[in-house]
Every structure is written in structure tokens, then in C-alpha cells.
């Protein structure tokens, strides 16, 4: 079982919809939960950080954390073209020692 | 404030050969995290520094080493260069190391390293 979990996509979304892009995360224990967009060609950039169960808004981003059931999940409101890109989700155990994990990464089309 | 750097951008090596990387972080922070990104494999972790000393390590052959300087730069080197070891290298840098540190990473914009 893959540590980090992330449909490969692509998921496709028509502009103005909401797309929502999932992550499971096998590590009970862990305690801090990135997004990051990555463009084709470019390096990831940091979307938001979650660590407590329940929902974390920035802008039209949502990023949702249940860890009970060890899922998180992005929410992107009013999908626009230039959302279209690959998103990676990272999962950090807790403590110094235990690094970061990234999932292989959700690639979303937003159709105009 | 500036961001992550990292040089050179592009790299063409010859197997066998030996390559070194260098990474500079964002002023203020003292944590470097060094990923290989490959289409097929995604973003793997090689290892982190903080305060010039190695905190974790990814599963790669010791021909990949790093190092953290006093003013938090860090370089990785990777040593008798095989053809499986062209990749795009990332450094991303964060405030701190420990529990209750934050984690979240900044990227530089990578090195492509192709090995020929």
C-alpha cells in the first residue's frame, strides 16, 4: 500500500464548476497535510496547509481533513483554465524524524 | 523576499561521471529538503538538513550525499552517475525542523540533470 494515495486523473472539469481532488494517507499518526500545484514543467508551489480535522478555507480553495478516516481533499470553487495543472498532496508524521511524503499527484483539465 | 535558488538549472553528465547541486534557501529558513522528481516515479525524498546535520533520508544509494552549510545553503552530490539518475532534483527550504515546526515547503525551481 502506497503511503501516500492520489487518483492519477485527469480529472476534467468544465470552467466555473467545482472540482474536488482526493488524497488518503495510510500513516495514522500523521499531523501536517500540504496541497501543492504543480504546473507542466514548473516546481510545486504550496497551496495550503491543513492540520486539524474540519475545514480550512483560503479564496476558492477548501481543503478538507478527516482523520479518522484518513482523507483529505481539496476543493476548488469556480474552476478557471489557468486551475489546470497537477496536484500533489503531502502528508508529514509527526515529530522531526519523519519526513514528507507526496502522493504521485491528481492532474485536473478545466474545460472552458 | 527572495525565493529558493537553486543552480545550475540545466545539467548534461556523462555515466560515470559525478555531479553537485546547490541550493540556496529562502532568507530565515534553515531547513532543506532535497526531492527526485521522474515521471514515473514522482517526488521521491532524498533527505533533509537542518542546522548543518542530515534529520532524515530517503531510501537512495549512497551515491547520493548532501551537505548544509552554516549559512543554510546545502548542496547534494551524486557520484558515479548511472543512466536511471536523469530526473529533475528539487531543494525546497522550510523555517524549522521538530515538533511543532512548520512544514511547509518552498520550492526552488529544480535542476534538470540528464545523464547520457
Known amino acids: 500500500q502506497k503511503e501516500v494515495e492520489q487518483n492519477s486523473g485527469p480529472l476534467s472539469v468544465p470552467e466555473g464548476a467545482i472540482a474536488s481532488l482526493n488524497c488518503t494517507y495510510s500513516d495514522r499518526v500523521s499531523q501536517s497535510f500540504f496541497w501543492y500545484r504543480q504546473y507542466s514543467g514548473k516546481s510545486p508551489e504550496l497551496i495550503m496547509s491543513i492540520y486539524s480535522n474540519g475545514d480550512k478555507e483560503d479564496g476558492r480553495f477548501t481543503a478538507q481533513l478527516n482523520k479518522a478516516s484518513q482523507y483529505v481533499s481539496l476543493l476548488i470553487r469556480d474552476s478557471q483554465p489557468s486551475d489546470s495543472a497537477t496536484y500533489l498532496c503531502?502528508?508529514?508524521?509527526?515529530?522531526?524524524?519523519?519526513?514528507?511524503?507526496f502522493g504521485t499527484g491528481t492532474k485536473l483539465q478545466v474545460i472552458p | 523576499k527572495a525565493g529558493v535558488t537553486q543552480t545550475p538549472r540545466y545539467l548534461i553528465k556523462t555515466r560515470g561521471q559525478q555531479v553537485t547541486l546547490s541550493c540556496s534557501p529562502i532568507?530565515?529558513?534553515?531547513?532543506v529538503s532535497w526531492y527526485q522528481q521522474t515521471p514515473g516515479q514522482g517526488l521521491q525524498f532524498l533527505f533533509e538538513?537542518?542546522?548543518?546535520?542530515q534529520r532524515n533520508k530517503g531510501n537512495f544509494p549512497g551515491r547520493f550525499s548532501g551537505r548544509q552549510f552554516s549559512n543554510s545553503r546545502s548542496e547534494m552530490n551524486v557520484s558515479t552517475l548511472e543512466l536511471g539518475d536523469s530526473a529533475l532534483y528539487l531543494c525546497?527550504?522550510?523555517?524549522?525542523w521538530g515538533q511543532g515546526a512548520s512544514y511547509e515547503q518552498y520550492f526552488g525551481p529544480g535542476t534538470r540533470l540528464t545523464v547520457t
Open positions: 538538513y537542518f542546522s548543518e546535520t
Open positions: 532568507s530565515g529558513h534553515r531547513s
Open positions: 503531502a502528508v508529514k508524521g509527526s515529530g522531526g524524524y519523519q519526513k514528507v511524503t
Open positions: 525546497a527550504s522550510s523555517l524549522g
